[in-house]
């Protein structure tokens, strides 16, 4: 490895988020918190347990930041190849376009990521903070890790807000807990962020809809020949879908259901 490649974006930020999580809770390890009170009483499962899920939180990091987002495959793999009864079941109206990028063909709902210089599969977005794109492959393992990063940095909250015991002078008390205080501050934006980006997500994994597809509908083609969401199919499918990959199928056959089933709407109401 060039040593140059040690300063890349991706190589930074995720040494900087495995640094900042070690070191708040080297801190609330060492303030007078509720993590020290329960170690001087002997109850050590509590605090071993924060510190799993603090664990489980950095490898799931790690994992959805490192891992393939779903790229489109330059060369096509014989597998991926559309049948012809699902090619005559997509209208001609919704040809494959060419990345003018990457030059690859894209499936439905790809999108080329300029940052990662790819298209992926089902983009959702790319999150600077991860370095990597969140797509197909890795969207239900970054809605896990939101949901997990909330539990820890909620506790993390309350363990700070323990160990904040106020007193007088001003001065004193701000030299002896400043830093603890930095840190219950630094938790409430951390834990306000993740908590909108979580329950955002969680709407749209319910539509079945991507982010980059809620905020440019009006710039999609596939989109905008429908007054509604074309892959919506209910809550429960769209949950068992994204989370068990059950029921599966292409999305082009999908959008052309959609496509049937709005046109015997239009054909019953007249």
Known sequence: MAPWALLSPGVLVRSGHTVLTWGITLVLFLHDTALRQWEEQGELLLPLTFLLLVLGSLLLYLAVSLMDPGYVNVQPQPQEEVKEEQTAMVPQALPLRRCRYCLVLQPLRARHCRECRRCVRRYDHHCPWMENCVGERNHPLFVAYLALQLVVLLWGLYLAWSGLHFFQPWGLWLRSSGLLLATFLLLSLFS????????????????????????SSH????????PGNPFDRGLTRNLAHFFCGWPSGSWETLWAEGEEEGEEGSSQAV
Do not use: C, K, P
């Open 192 to 215: 306000l962020v993740a908590g909108l980006l979580l329950a955002s997500h969680l709407y749209l994994v319910a539509s079945n809809t991507t982010t980059w597809e809620f905020i």
């Open 219 to 226: 710039r999609i083609a596939y989109l905008r020949q429908r």
